[in-house]
């Protein structure tokens, strides 16, 4: 069992479907007669509809049906929610403004949608909607973060004067202003935290179905979350009730977050079906998803740190402008602030915080989580505080960072920003970072560099994550719309294999494998004879989906439940086969036992007595074996690590090379290290793009997308980014069966700040804006005049 | 509309196509072998990499027209007998990939860099995948996948 077991770098069992062409995405199913439905959208960032003329388009060749702003609500079917509110330091909910599928008398970005045409092809679609004549007046558009608030600004909503969507603060401020009235040292810092396009390499995509015969619906959709989207599609948009619409989730081609919302398409696409009497597919063009993709990040800060003449951190305030772009994504006040506000604590014991969030509203795409979602952010700040104080105050950036570190017999660790964290060795991991990095030995690698007419740098970033946001309860109190469990359902099948059904969207995450190996470890059923069935809200009971790093944590525990139930029903059948009783029996390995006897029956064998109950207890015991179980957790996990970065710069061209990476993380208990390696080396390459190469630009007059394709928006490409060293430490999460913490999002979080502590380090500045292009870099040296005499 | 007529994977196959149809389209929507997949409109991503007459392309950037009488391959003509390519086994054995939704188009372009550089280098392997994205590996395992298939130690 040990090498499919839980710790094994088990192989995939999903890669042979994806690697022979096999997987399936949304955009690879058809549906008999389908047609399709092609979105026209404002090329405007604001203006007014006057009026939409469609007589030439719908006579149009192909042409099945066109719809506008109005049509949906004249048929009860409303706009779009934000599902997590929250409420400001006034006590007032965040505003949220109305937001139709189809636009009705304004539109409020580039993209938004004024119109679905369906049509026989998306050819005959496209064609159409190239005959639509709209009526747009133009109006001032509001742009950039900063902008928002000016008392001059244009208006976006009118439920929202000033821009302001909400003005959130956590901390103690008075604590916080006490701490920095009696500082030695004051770090201050502004930054902005880049906007940015998740971009997963699969478009959105959707089809509607209606089946007249049950009077339902299905939507097949990439989503994180299909159950979630049932809910909304059902509740909010009262397209279907719950139990008459089927949402199905399949294969998903990355997520990151982007595919957790419910978009505008996705409800038109399974309204329009009934509508049309046809299967509506609709796949977003790369272009759309640039447009109408989440975007995230965008946030405007300045912060401050206090510190003793010891370096010792007394207090941390940040004020930052967070944009929530033209309308409000699912969850999109949340991210901001619960997800970023907590985590201003960092790994380190400073005592008073202080953080003032500002959400604004501008004339560009919703912005919503993207991987880490406001952690990151979070982590940015604190690791650049920390680095320029260090530089400040003449300390080693290691050394200020060791003084600083909650102690590992400080947890259970109250934090001055609400959360408490779960376990963790901040100095262990700290220390087997250095190591791997050689820290010892940078200053010879960079003297070498020296020589070689380059700038070496190296860069620090101790991260902390918060996974897995719990219990329900919290979630509640803080704004959120839903519950946070997970549920898992464990059945055996007669003949003694196992299918697992888990709440748990896998988008890329490997979870078939993953899950698998828990489920294979604790019945001792081989790996193969498991079969983990997600993303289809007619076959799994009921999920929460896959986004914040819960999956494992929470997902795993729900099967770990489900799992005890099992085997406490099989403990009955086998006390009743092996005709003892029931507190005698054990259960190991797969086979029940009696203590101190030979007698024993396999878990198959069980199951296959709860199916053929021939010799079996049926006055006090159903018949079957398969259990459910739901998980509600006590608290988030918190995982943690320390990332280094060493670069190496061109001072000619401005050119970073990363030449060393080494990250360690605590994610707890790790299940399938090579599953978990490959997380935080997508991680941190996301990280690495966002430090170094995407940013998302906006003509701040017009509003225009200005990096709306990948001939103007960087992604990383395999010659971006090195290979990367990765190590673990495992302190168990101690409030799940599991002991495991999180792992999708570390990388992300961790990476921007290693890499732009390494670059100014390396070239002798403090500030640097993200992304550090080679442009930025060789300004910033001729700046700093770092560059070595030629 | 235009009827072409080409060889996929060792089949014969003949359609009626509108003369815009990409060859992705025609593959994808036309035959049915949706394991080609397609990530941009602008030629840039890789996902939609086959190979046409040997050599690797993007089917994003040919007509369906232009690859008359041609001899195709795709992901779904790889492994023989349900036995994976070795290029395959190595993406498995190295978690080269996670979504798998760039894995078709990364995979036919590596098996192509494999035969201009039967022994690259970690830089030539990057350099060379430039043309295919990937959002979630980092390219790690996936520079790992080729060099081992490189090695014939693949899997
Ligand atoms: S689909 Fe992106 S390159 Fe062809
Ligand atoms: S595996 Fe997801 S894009 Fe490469």
Redesign the interface.
């Known amino acids: 069992m040990a090498e499919t077991g839980i710790g094994a770098a088990v192989r995939r069992k999903e890669d042979y479907r994806f690697l022979t062409g096999r997987g399936r995405y949304t955009d690879d199913i058809s549906r008999p007669g389908q047609v399709y439905a092609y979105f026209l959208r404002s090329p405007h960032a604001h203006a007014t509809l006057n009026g939409i003329n469609t007589d030439a388009a719908r006579n149009s060749p192909g042409v099945v049906a066109i719809y506008t702003g109005g049509d949906p609500e004249a048929d009860g079917v409303g706009g779009l929610i934000c599902g997590w509110v929250i409420t400001d330091k006034s006590g007032e909910k965040a505003k949220v403004p109305p937001r139709p599928l189809l636009a009705r008398d304004t539109v409020h970005y580039v993209g938004d949608h004024v119109a679905v045409v369906i049509a026989e092809t998306l050819a005959q679609a496209k064609d159409a909607a190239e005959l639509i004549e709209v009526d747009y007046e133009e109006l001032a558009a509001c742009i950039g973060t900063a902008k928002a608030l000016d008392p001059d600004a244009p208006l976006v909503h009118a439920e929202a004067p000033g821009n302001l969507c909400f003005d959130w603060e956590v901390g103690d401020e008075a604590a916080t202003d006490a701490a920095f009235a009696k500082a030695h040292h004051v770090t201050k810092l502004s930054l902005v935290n880049n906007r940015l396009i998740p971009n997963a390499i699969e478009p959105r995509a959707a089809i509607g179905e209606y089946d007249p015969g049950s009077d339902s619906f299905t939507l097949y959709v990439t989503s994180q979350n299909p159950h979630v989207a049932r809910i909304i599609i059902s509740a909010f948009h009262n397209v279907a009730p719950e139990h008459k619409l089927r949402v199905v989730a399949p294969d998903i081609g990355g997520a990151f977050g982007s595919k957790l919302p419910v978009y505008a398409e996705e409800v038109v696409c399974v309204w329009a079906s009934k509508k049309v009497g046809r299967p509506v597919k609709w796949t977003a063009d790369r272009s759309e998803s640039f447009l109408a993709d989440v975007h995230g990040r965008d946030h405007v800060t300045e912060a401050e740190l206090a510190l003793e003449e010891n370096g010792k951190f007394l207090g941390l305030r940040a004020h930052t402008i967070a944009n929530m772009g033209a309308y409000l994504s699912t969850i999109a006040t949340g991210t901001p602030t619960w997800l970023h506000g907590l985590l201003f604590a960092g790994q380190y014991t400073t005592p008073a915080i202080y953080v003032n969030v500002k959400g604004v509203f501008t004339h560009t795409s919703p912005v919503d989580l993207y991987r880490g979602a406001g952690r990151p952010e979070a982590t940015f700040v604190v690791e650049r505080l920390v680095e320029i104080a260090a530089r400040e105050m003449g300390i080693d950036p290691v050394e200020i960072r060791r003084r600083n570190l909650i102690p590992p017999d400080a947890f259970p660790y109250q934090t001055p920003v609400v959360v408490t964290y779960d376990s963790g060795d901040y100095a262990a991991v700290l220390d087997k970072a250095l190591e791997m990095a050689d820290y010892a030995g940078f200053e010879a690698r960079q003297q070498q560099a020296e020589r070689r007419g380059k700038l070496r740098g190296i860069g620090l970033s101790n991260y902390i994550e918060a996974c897995g946001i719990a219990p329900s309860k919290v979630a509640g109190a803080i704004g959120f719309a839903l519950g946070l469990w997970e549920s898992a359902q464990v059945r055996f099948n007669p003949t003694g294999n196992v299918t697992v059904f888990t709440g748990s969207h896998s988008q890329g995450q490997g979870h078939e494998t993953a899950f698998a190996q828990i489920v294979s470890d604790r019945l001792g059923v081989p790996i193969e004879n498991v079969e983990i069935v997600h993303g289809d809200t007619d076959r799994v009971l009921f999920g929460m989906g896959t986004y914040g790093s819960r999956s494992l944590a929470v997902g795993g525990s729900a099967i770990v439940k489900a799992m005890d139930k099992v085997i406490a029903k099989g403990k009955k059948i086998a006390a009743h086969t092996l005709e003892s009783s029931e507190g005698d029996v054990e259960f190991e390995a797969g086979t029940f036992k009696i203590a101190g006897t030979d007698k024993s029956v396999s878990i198959a064998d069980v199951a296959f007595a709860a199916y053929v109950p021939h010799n079996y207890p049926l006055e006090k015991l159903e018949p079957g074996l398969d259990e459910n179980a739901f998980y509600d957790p006590g608290n988030f996990t918190f995982p943690a690590g320390c990332h280094i970065c060493e670069v190496e710069v061109d001072p000619e061209t401005g050119v970073v090379d990363i030449v060393n990476w080494v990250a360690v993380d605590d994610f707890g208990k790790v299940i399938n290290p090579m599953i978990v390696e490959g997380q935080v080396h997508g991680g941190v390459t996301q990280g690495v793009g966002q430090a170094l190469l995407e940013g998302c630009v906006h003509d701040q007059d017009t509003g225009q997308l200005l990096t709306g394709s990948y001939m103007d928006y960087t992604m990383p490409r395999a010659d971006d980014v090195p290979s990367f060293k990765v190590g673990f430490i495992e302190t168990p999460c101690p409030h799940n069966p599991l002991g495991v913490k999180g792992c999708g999002e570390a990388g992300a979080i961790a990476a921007p700040a290693a890499l732009i502590n390494a670059i100014t380090d390396a070239i002798g500045v403090d500030h640097l804006d993200m992304p550090a292009t080679p442009e930025k870099v060789w300004r910033a040296i001729q700046q700093a005049g770092t560059a070595p005499a030629a | 509309m235009p009827t072409i007529s080409m060889t996929v994977n060792n089949k014969t196959v003949t359609g009626e196509v509108?003369a815009?149809t990409l060859l992705v389209q025609f593959i994808?929507?036309h035959l049915g072998?949706?394991?080609?997949?397609?990530?941009?409109?602008?030629s840039?991503?890789g996902?939609c990499v086959v190979h046409v007459n040997g050599r690797s392309l993007k089917s994003c950037t040919m007509l369906a027209v232009q690859a008359e009488g041609a001899e195709v391959t795709?992901?779904?003509g790889?492994?023989v007998d349900g036995e994976?390519h070795p290029m395959?086994a190595a993406?498995?054995?190295h978690?080269g990939?996670?979504?798998?939704?760039?894995?078709?188009g990364m995979?036919m372009s590596a098996i192509d860099l494999l035969k201009r550089h039967p022994d690259p280098s970690?830089?030539t392997?990057?350099?060379e995948?430039?043309g295919?994205?990937?959002?979630?590996?980092?390219?790690?395992?996936?520079?790992?996948a080729v060099k081992a298939a490189a090695g014939g130690t693949g899997s």
Do not use: S
């Not at chain 2, 990939?97 to 078709?104: A, M, Y």
């Not at chain 2, 295919?132 to 790992?144: A, E, L, P, S």
């Open positions: 509108e815009r994808r929507e072998l949706t394991g080609t997949h397609v990530g941009c409109d602008t840039q991503c996902a795709t992901i779904e790889l492994a994976l395959q993406f498995k054995e978690h990939l996670q979504c798998g939704f760039c894995t078709p995979v970690e830089e392997i990057r350099a995948l430039e295919n994205f990937c959002r979630c590996t980092g390219y790690h395992n996936i520079v790992k």
